[in-house]
Nanobody
């Protein structure tokens, strides 16, 4: 059974920084992509940043220049460094991965970690 577990969320002041981590565990054969999504209260879940097996990276326009996604392939981990945080970044952040397991390719989600930006 595949599990994604996020950590690193919390309360931070405007202008501050946080680093989110996500670790994947289970019988994983291959990883196509790992991503971070976020969902504010009453809002839809939106992609924040993605990193692909070919090295490609994409960001939502709202976080370009402030957030950085990276991964540690042997450890099956993905990180999101978030700088210059604003109140608009307040949301639950979810880790997502497109993975191959013995049952085939599938999409998997973590349980989410709350990020609150407030003074």
């Amino acid at each position: 059974q595949v599990q994604l577990v996020e950590s690193g969320g919390g309360l931070v002041q405007p202008g501050g920084s946080l680093r989110l981590s996500c670790v994947a565990s289970g019988d994983i054969w291959n990883t196509n992509s790992m991503s971070w999504y976020r969902q504010g209260t009453g809002e839809q879940r939106d992609m924040v940043a993605s990193i692909f097996n070919n090295g490609g990276i994409s960001y939502a326009d709202s976080v370009k220049g402030r957030f950085t996604i990276s991964r540690d392939i042997p450890k099956k981990m993905v990180y999101l460094q978030m700088n210059s945080l604003t109140a608009e970044d307040t949301a639950v952040y979810y880790c997502h991965a497109n993975l191959q397991t013995p049952r085939g390719w599938g999409n998997y989600w973590g349980q989410g970690t709350q990020v609150t930006v407030s003074s």
